[in-house]
């Protein structure tokens, strides 16, 4: 059967990444292509990108950077932020990107998806939402959770996958940073409501978290993190022997 | 020399990167004549089984890797690529493939299990059938990464090796020179990168 997949993200701006990593025997800890190699040399199943560069030189650096790490790493490779158009899309594709994941652009222009599904295939598109409780609702947030969009998160995924997004990112923004946990509540309803894999994100903090999430969610189909792995707080072989002990497959 | 054929369908660019990482030269080309002159040949593709035996068809290209085959090049597909080299797809109607292989390919909805997720994406496991030279630096159960909706069936005689998804799932498939992966190699880890290896020390068979 198919595995549960670990994937780090990586926030990249200006060619660099933020915060940098904590690993013994790297010594530029803010370069891309060194830690996408790290990485996938270290149990990750895929990487998640996403460029947090305003500027147009930092997106142009961006894609000479995906360019160097897609010669280099032979996983599946997404690549998220600043995605608005099918150009876009083109741009960070035609540098060795896999997936393409879609945030705002979506929620500015949802033809976008089915745009992008129709020539690239479904497989391609990823829908990533930000999502946080607002009176007993889930609402989809905007800006890095600043800015509410007063849509219903459950609806609005559903929505971008019946227009052709064939994988959904859900990041829970109440418990993002919080490192206690994935949020189960939203993820199980997510899942229930979709048909295509769902990556859980926001919230992890310890191997636990990911045992948890799997075992009362068993149709999520991986876990993303940042920090946690980052830091080396989490060795990712370490976590999937962890999963695989307590009858969850994950690729070894 | 490779020939990865260029067709005009998906994005070559992991396929080239693998084998030059790997150390083995290629060359993405349409021409005939360079196709010709390589001494193996990939046949990549992402998307829809019709469209993409049309424009082989419509470059003629499939009459230079039919050929070649019968020369006893090594050949092999990729994903859409391995499908194309079975003899009918029932994707979106009926369509003919290349034939080198015996076989045909349907689609994984209404077949397995509705509880599955179509596509079939992820990394899942190969069960190897036969010894074959392409298991050279892999091992039974290694993981590979798929992302599919249909699958190649009634290929018993070029079946080497399948993934479990409900069915059995046709992963690699080689009948003398001609093989195939239903999984992407160029974004399996290394032991994608090994199957790309001992592709590129496969001698021809005439």
Partial sequence: ?252 | MIAIVDYGIGNLFSVVSSFKYIGADAVVTSDAEVIKKCDRILLPGVGAFGDAAEKLRQTGLDKVIIEEAKNGKPIMGICLGMQLLFEKSYEYGEHNGLGLLKGSVIGMQGVIDEKLQIPHIGYNALIFKKEHPLFKYIKNGDYVYFVHSYYAVDCEDSLLAYAEYDKDITAIVAKDNVMGCQFHPEKSGEVGLNILRAFCEMESTK
């Fill in chain 1, 1 to 252: 059967m198919i595995t549960k997949r670990i994937i780090p993200c990586l926030d990249v701006r200006d060619g660099r990444v933020v915060k940098g990593v904590n690993f013994e025997g790297i010594n530029d800890v803010n370069d891309p292509a060194t830690l996408a190699k790290y990485y996938s040399e270290n149990g990750a199943d895929e990487l998640v990108f996403y460029d947090i560069t305003a500027s147009h030189e930092g997106r142009r650096l961006f894609t000479e950077i995906l360019t160097q790490v897609a010669s280099n790493v032979f996983i599946p490779l997404t690549v998220g932020g600043g995605i608005n158009t099918i150009e876009d899309f083109d741009r960070v594709l035609k540098c060795g990107a896999d997936k393409v994941s879609v945030n705002s652009g979506a929620i500015k222009n949802p033809s976008l998806i089915t745009e992008a599904a129709k020539k690239y295939g479904n497989q391609c598109v990823v829908i990533s939402a930000d999502i946080k409780r607002v009176d007993g609702e889930f609402h989809v947030f905007l800006h890095g959770g600043r800015v509410d969009t007063g849509m219903e998160a459950i609806s609005w995924i559903k929505r971008c996958v019946d227009m052709g997004a064939g994988e959904v990112v859900v990041n829970s923004i109440d418990t993002d940073g919080v490192k206690g946990g994935f949020d189960i509540e939203l993820l199980k309803l997510v899942c229930d409501a979709v048909n295509v894999p769902v990556i859980a994100s926001g919230g992890a903090g310890s191997t636990k978290d990911f045992i948890d999430l799997f075992k009362e969610i068993p149709e999520m189909s991986a876990g993303l993190a940042a920090s946690v792995f980052h830091f080396g707080e989490i060795n990712i072989n370490e976590l999937k022997k962890e999963l695989n002990n307590n009858g969850i497959k994950a690729r070894i």
